[in-house]
């Protein structure tokens, strides 16, 4: 049988007019680091590129951020930084979740960083540096308020005493309420981490994450971690988000019906048409971090299509979801819809959803054709 042509856009798009198409814009996040940076002042600028780079990955990400000139990166665990060195042999690369059991050898051995939050992490990590006669470096994490990852105060002494076993080269603390500009914990956070830096040896101090940024106070001592500003998320909740769009998602519509009032669509007949209407089925599913939890409700969420805001109608399933297009323009199979993009945000499909716009970023699936642009 010969092999049927397809046309040019066809074969472009893997010929898979099923699969939603998630665009990454390298240019829009070089752009997100730069604003990032000229707010931090004379501190320098890490990137958090934690979870795959929030879920857009690391590889991409992580070069256009070199590029653009980061010098210091984060990730939660060391297979992450470890991932991280392969793209890039002269970084600093930092460690949050600390140093598991028995892993010194391999952070010294590719030169990552463990952010040091506990005693014994501390005790475990100076043994390793005396065994071998170099002092390789490390940060400390300070728990300011958090209660996850941290030395308490009462830990001070006894890791004064360590500190003279290795090179520490951060001094660290997390907020708890950095997104509500108003909260009092946020001051009273300062505070405590500049107590703690008085006390422990001169080294480069960190606080701010994105939205510590944009607090009045400004607290971004030596270095600032920005992490979901760079990918778009509004830094400041309740006011204009001062960072360009870095996703864009689309789904493709499978197929239109007309159903009549009092028909019900979707799993356990959650929903049913108030009157007549026309839906469409698009391929999009919480297999590709369309959560469940934005299936019609008290909020629910919407796409953008023929011009109009569409509500998903029924239950979210594993690889589907239905839209009201009836006040929309005519919409028909194979028309795109818009998930994320220029009408609707990562932190309105959060709303919608009953979440946070990091679960949104963190959670898109890898079943979508992904596209990278300005890199």
């Known amino acids: 049988m010969p092999e ?33 940076k000229r707010r931090a002042g004379d501190a320098a600028c890490a990137a958090v590129v934690k979870a795959d780079a929030y879920g857009l990955g690391l590889a991409p990400v992580a070069k256009k951020l070199l590029a653009t000139g980061c010098g210091h990166f984060f990730v939660a665990h060391l297979s992450e930084a470890e991932s991280l060195r392969a793209i890039t042999p002269n970084a600093r690369i930092f460690a949050l979740n600390g140093l598991p059991p028995g892993s010194a050898a391999l952070f010294a051995r590719k030169d990552l960083y463990p952010v040091l939050g506990s005693l014994p992490e501390i005790e475990e990590w100076a043994a390793f540096c005396r065994a071998e006669g170099h002092k390789f470096g490390a940060a400390l994490h300070i728990d300011t308020g958090m209660n996850r ?78 992490g979901y500003a760079l990918y778009g998320g509004n830094p400041t909740p309740g006011s204009d988000n001062p960072m360009r769009r870095v996703v864009s998602l689309e789904a493709f519509i499978l197929q239109v019906r007309d159903i009549r009032a009092g028909e019900a669509a979707g799993y356990n007949a959650r929903w049913t048409a108030p009157s007549r209407r026309r839906l469409a089925t698009i391929g999009l599913g919480y297999a590709d971090g369309f959560l469940r939890s934005a299936s019609c409700g008290e909020i ?47 932190d309105d499909l959060g709303r919608w959803s009953g979440t946070i716009g990091y679960e949104i970023l963190t959670d898109l699936g890898r079943r979508h054709k992904r596209v990278y642009v300005g890199g």
């Open 149 to 226: 990852l941290g030395l308490a105060k009462a830990d001070f002494p006894a890791a004064l005493n360590l500190l003279d076993a290795f090179a520490p080269k951060l001094i660290m603390s997390h907020f708890v309420s950095a997104e509500d500009a108003s909260a009092p914990r946020n001051r009273a956070q300062i505070e405590r981490f500049e107590q703690a830096c008085a006390l422990f040896p001169a080294m480069p101090a960190s606080l701010s994450n994105s939205s510590g940024m944009y607090l009045a106070e400004a607290p971004f001592f030596d270095l600032t971690r920005p």
């Open 300 to 346: 629910g969420a919407e796409v953008f299509a023929g011009g109009a805001f569409c509500p998903v109608v029924g239950r979210i399933s594993m690889d589907l979801s239905i839209i009201d297009i009836t006040e929309a323009a005519p919409l028909q199979r194979g028309d795109r819809v818009e998930i994320l993009g220029d009408a609707i945000c990562i």
């Open 4 to 36: 049927l042509a397809l046309p040019a856009e066809d074969r472009a798009d893997g010929r898979d007019k099923s699969r939603a198409v998630l665009t990454v814009d390298l240019s829009a996040l070089a752009q997100n680091w730069r604003v990032l």
